[in-house]
């Protein structure tokens, strides 16, 4: 099992940077892909960024390639999402997931690969 707690989020205005935060527990957590997902209004959840276990390879939705940079630290099993020059399309609620384990090699963006959720957090973007 894997709790996840994200925070971080809050209203920002465009052009501005945020860094959300997932805190990750459980006894197979260093062993799991880790993803940022989000949900905006309306619109299904989408993938954002992922890291696999080790940190060593990652992965990113097009429109954020060059914005966010997704990290994450294996001393406190935290994983990072640095959003940078954020827009008013970037608004949604961004969810932390990770995988079932064990130290796989790639990072899928079906959400249907993750396993555990957490609660989300929200960013607002004005313009």
């Known amino acids: 099992q894997v709790q996840l707690i994200e925070s971080g989020g809050g209203l920002v205005q465009a052009g501005d940077s945020v860094r959300l935060s997932c805190a990750a527990s459980?006894?197979?957590?260093?062993?799991?892909?880790l993803a940022w997902f989000r949900q905006a209004p309306g619109k299904e959840r989408e993938f954002v960024a992922g890291?696999?276990?080790?940190?060593?390879?990652?992965k990113y939705l097009d429109s954020v390639k060059g914005r966010f940079t997704i990290s994450r630290d294996l001393t406190n099993n935290t994983m990072y999402l640095q959003m940078n020059t954020l827009k008013p399309e970037d608004t949604a609620v961004y969810y932390c997931?990770?995988?079932?384990?064990?130290?796989?090699?790639?990072?899928?963006?079906?959400?249907?690969?993750?396993?555990?959720w957490g609660q989300g957090t929200q960013v607002t973007v004005s313009s």
């Open positions: 997931a990770a995988d079932s384990g064990y130290w796989s090699n790639s990072v899928t963006d079906d959400e249907g690969d993750y396993d555990y």
């Open positions: 890291i696999i276990w080790n940190g060593s390879r990652t």
């Open positions: 459980g006894q197979a957590v260093v062993t799991c892909t």
